[in-house]
Each structure stands twice: as C-alpha cells, then as structure tokens.
C-alpha cells in the first residue's frame, strides 16, 4: 500500500516542478535566460487539438466590427500616448488602445466641441486589459458627467471594450451602437 502513496507523492512533486519552471512571463523565465517560446502558442492537452491564442482585441478591430454594423461611423483618429488628450493611454488601469470616430447623423454644427476627436462628433472606444477597468471607467465617466448635460455620453461596455457615444444622437441612434457593443461580446 505503500507504493500509491509514493506515486501520489512523486506526481505532486513533478507537477509542482512543471509547473514552476513555466511561470515566466514570456520575456524570460525570471532566471536571466532568454525564452524563446513564441507568445502565441497554446499547450497540446491530451485528446485536444491545438490552436493559436487569441489575438488582444485592439480599439481599431473593435471600431472595425462596430462600422459593420453602424453605417454612419467613420474613423476619425487612432489615439497614441503621445496625442491623448486624457493622458491615459497605456496607463496602469487605464485603456490600452483608443480610436475616435465621428456619426454622419450628427451636425458639426450643433456640437459645442468640435474639437477633431470629441466625442461630440460622433464617439470613441477604448479598450482595456479587464473588463473591471472598462466598466470602472464608465462609471466615472458618468459620475463626472451627470450634473453637466453638455459633456452627457452615451457609454456601452462589453467585456474590455467600452463604446463612447455622442450626446447629440437621438436614443434611438445611439440603440444601434448598443447593439454593436453587444456584439463584440
């Protein structure tokens, strides 16, 4: 009876060695050596077929499947860190790509900021690392914009993806990017 508990025993131990020679970030294995294991590999499980990882969702493939569905969006600007007005891109808990866009059905000349890039004209999305973040995000920007009608936005969040709409669409305009938002999820 001896011998279960001493193969029990050894498979805990190997799976513990297995298990900590993998936990480095992919950049290297916290021992001063080089990985050179691609990021985007998936490990083979037994039975199952092997696939790449998926691919980080990016503001620009989000805004790419949103104008799929809402015709009257049209990309205005990819935002970099070095042109973010809120100085927050890349930023820890913060969004980690952001695209403007602006909404045919909106008249620049009813929108106080026509700034290139305001919200107003059209809309943005962000994307970040955990839905939490996106979701925190909305939260405060509607904290922030509640008792001030001419900064009001239409926010949808779906997982990391949070869609900023313009105040000037009717509810019903703005419907078609809920159901947008809905479908990147």
């Known amino acids: 009876m001896r011998k279960p508990a001493l193969s029990a025993a050894a ?7 297995m298990t900590a020679c993998g ?3 992919g950049s290297g294995s916290g021992n001063g050596q080089k990985n050179d294991q691609p990021k985007n590999t998936t490990t083979a499980t037994a039975g199952a077929p092997t696939k790449p990882a998926a691919k980080e969702l990016t503001a620009s ?3 790419k499947a949103l104008s799929g569905k809402v015709a009257s969006a049209k990309l205005s600007g990819v935002v970099t ?3 973010d007005p ?3 891109l890349g ?3 913060q969004y980690t790509s952001k695209v403007t866009f602006t909404d045919s059905r909106i008249k620049v000349d009813d929108v106080a900021d026509a700034e290139p890039g305001s919200v107003g004209l059209g809309g943005a999305i962000e994307v970040f690392t955990t839905a939490a973040d996106s979701r925190a995000r909305a939260d405060y920007i509607q904290n922030v914009t509640k008792g001030m009608p001419v900064l009001a936005e239409y926010d949808f969040v779906s997982g990391t993806v949070l869609i900023r709409v313009s105040h000037y669409l009717t509810p019903t305009q703005a419907a078609d ?3 947008a938002a809905a479908a990147l999820g």
């Open 91 to 93: 930023r820890p808990n």
């Open 61 to 63: 493939d989000a805004f």
């Open 86 to 88: 809120n100085h927050l």
């Open 23 to 25: 936990s480095g970030s």
């Open 81 to 83: 860190e070095d042109d």
């Open 177 to 179: 990017y809920k159901a």
């Open 11 to 17: 498979l805990v131990i190997a799976f513990a060695a």
